[in-house]
């Protein structure tokens, strides 16, 4: 049992260049979230998914793409990076269950520089 | 809207010494809450969490009680160890709806 594993861990892009962050898990969850972590914010949510082929925007959406065509995979894609997207990137999936989710179960990260 | 508030850091104590990391929350009716922790390099691991008032979570020594009267979810430690340092984020879940909401993080460094 893998949880949630995300891949690369780090990456170097240059202004303009696109790519996609992998997310995948392994626990059937149908929750599945996008964060990014800079100091003194916190966590935001980016994207976010209820189940496949259902997403919505979350509080940072702006030059993200998502998509859940599977239960397991959720990647996240920049379309045109900018310095302003340096960060660290974390996935996360969950369930519902009577009493509410027991909360989310993150991947370990992944560190995103543009230059 | 729903959102949470904790206290900054960094906070730097003795081992051994007892630890308190205030968190209030604003949100209608009734959130669950939790406590994550961050150690360095790594993503956000459950700590604890209460999904009711008055309900206590524990977990490795750490605990924090949800208390509706207040809007609090602070979480303490009678004694606490170097292998504690950590970012630790109090985070709220709205009875509807499946957005988390986090504090900012409060980073606790113990010294031997």
């Known amino acids: 049992n893998a949880g949630v594993t995300q891949t690369p861990k780090f990456q170097v892009l240059k202004t303009g260049q696109s790519m996609t962050l992998q997310c995948a898990q392994d626990?059937?969850?149908?929750?599945m979230s996008w964060y990014r972590q800079d100091p003194g914010m916190g966590l935001r949510l980016i994207h976010y998914?209820?189940?496949?082929?259902?997403?919505d925007q979350g509080e940072v959406p702006n030059g993200y793409n998502v998509s859940r065509s599977t239960t397991e995979d959720f990647p996240l894609r920049l379309l045109s990076a900018a310095p302003s997207q340096t960060s660290v990137y974390f996935c996360?999936?969950?369930?519902?269950?009577?009493?509410?989710?027991?909360?989310?179960?993150f991947g370990s990260g992944t560190r995103l520089t543009v230059v | 809207g729903d959102s949470v508030t904790q206290m900054e850091g960094p906070v730097t104590l003795s081992e051994e010494a007892f630890l308190t990391i205030n968190c209030t929350y604003t949100?209608?009716?009734?959130?669950?809450l939790f406590w994550y922790v961050q150690y360095p390099g790594e993503g956000l691991q459950l700590l604890l969490k209460?999904?009711?008032?008055?309900d206590k979570g524990s977990n490795k020594g750490f605990e924090a009680t949800y208390r509706k009267e207040t809007t609090s979810f602070h979480l303490e430690k009678g004694s606490v160890q170097v292998s504690d340092s950590a970012v630790y984020f109090c985070?709220?879940?709205?009875?509807?709806?499946?957005?988390?909401?986090f504090g900012t993080g409060t980073s606790l460094t113990v010294i031997p």
């Open positions: 996360a999936s969950s369930y519902r269950r009577t009493g509410g989710h027991y909360g989310y179960t």
């Open positions: 626990m059937n969850h149908e929750y």
């Open positions: 998914s209820v189940g496949a082929g259902i997403t």
């Open positions: 949100a209608t009716g009734y959130p669950s």
């Open positions: 209460a999904t009711k008032a008055d």
């Open positions: 985070a709220l879940l709205p009875n509807t709806g499946n957005q988390f909401y």
